[in-house]
């Protein structure tokens, strides 16, 4: 109008214009469904470019492709870059030499869950770049996040309070990037775990007495830190760890050299990515659905990206299984519980309610610890949380059921190798 006309319509008519316009899209027009960055319909995935052109990358089981006009609607947050042309011909090897990642068997882990990212469905494992000051956590999170999903802010604080965690991951991005992470308190770990599987928050809308606002997302993420932070055995269970090594000072480069070689080989890699998805949703069908441990769609996708990239057979589980064995260790090195029931159960089974077992641990050389519970039920928690891995360790955990005349609750620990 202001090109035809020399102005603008004024503020009245602009409103009316866009109620009306509101009105027939809610009544009269087709409901459908709305993704950020990753979508899918009739069996195929698509990314969304960013560009001007709302182009988008059309992955099918064996076959990628660039199309001008894609049938699935996206929404883009504020933010959202425009991803690189892929590019035909190069090999995600080349992401290695821009990522500190040590050891074949972490490498994996990586590319798998990459993989995993660039499609709409979960439960996502959640990435934990961990390692010593120096080790490029920061600079790795942010070039895997420029591959799935650039942002103008890759990487973010810690948000205050879980409604804002939950609307920072809904609305703003696809990959929920955390930086420079010290301390999970239970609600945020709480809220990572519902994030990465999936779940939602209710909460009354702004300004309102009795309206609600219902915000649900389910969202890979990256975690980086120095400390052993993921200290809860639910958000342990459903993470990747990755230990960084420290870059000696004769290796270390300034980041903007990184950068610039890193954005003259993105279009490569992000095209060599593109060939792993494709080939992994061919690959997928063909991966059994049983005998997977807790995330198990992470699993198979994982397993059906070994076979598409030509990995030896069963690396991938075996190198996802060395991981969750050493989160399991982790939890109960950092669990005075833990490493008195394993003290406890290395002298023979018990067999009582939670207050005799409390009683039996509190001269144990862990009950000096400020984590120790003071409470039987405390107690009792405790061992339900730690149960998957003290099950990893070898003991066994029965909890406490009701029995005899007196109604006791008893519970069990014994080895199973004595069961």
Known sequence: MHREHGKVPGGQAMHDAVETLAARARF??????????????????????????????????????????????????????????????????????????????????????????CGPHGPFPVLVLSGEQGSAKTTAARLLRALV???????????????????????????????????????????????????????????????????????????????????????????????????????????????????????????????????????????????LPRMADFARMGIATERALGWPPGSFMEAYDADRAASCAASLEGSPVGQAVLALVARGPFEGTATALLRKLRDSEQALNNGWPRHPKALANSLKRIAPALRAAGVKYTPPKKTGHAGERVLRLESQAEE
Not at 80 to 89: H, T
Not at 241 to 247: H, K
């Open 28 to 117: 009269d027009g087709a409901e459908l469904a709305v993704f950020v960055r990753v979508g899918e319909m009739e069996g195929a995935y698509y990314i969304d470019c960013g560009d001007a052109q709302w182009r988008s990358v059309k992955v099918t089981p064996g076959e990628w492709r660039v199309v001008q006009e894609p049938r699935v609607k996206f929404r883009r947050a504020p933010g959202m870059k425009a991803l690189p042309e892929p590019k035909r011909g190069g090999t995600l090897d080349e992401l290695r030499r821009f990522v500190n990642v040590g050891n074949d068997a972490d490498w994996r882990m990586l590319l798998a869950w990459l993989v995993m990212a």
């Open 149 to 291: 999903d650039p942002s103008t802010a890759p990487v973010r604080t810690m948000p205050r309070d879980e409604r804002d965690l939950m609307i920072a991951a809904s609305t703003s991005s696809w990959v929920f990037s955390l930086d420079n992470v010290s301390y999970l308190q239970p609600w945020q770990s709480d809220a990572l775990c519902r994030l990465a599987t999936g779940g939602g928050l209710a909460t009354r809308a702004l300004y309102t007495d009795d309206e609600e606002v219902i915000h649900e997302a389910r969202r890979p993420v990256i975690i980086n830190g120095i400390e052993d932070f993921v200290t809860r055995d639910d958000l342990r269970d459903r993470s990747v760890t990755l230990m960084l090594d420290a870059i000696p000072p004769e290796r270390r480069r300034d980041e903007q050299s990184v950068m610039l070689e890193f954005e003259d080989a993105r279009r490569r890699i992000f095209g060599a990515l593109l060939d792993a998805l494709a080939g992994a949703l061919k690959e997928l069908p063909g991966v059994p659905k049983t005998g």
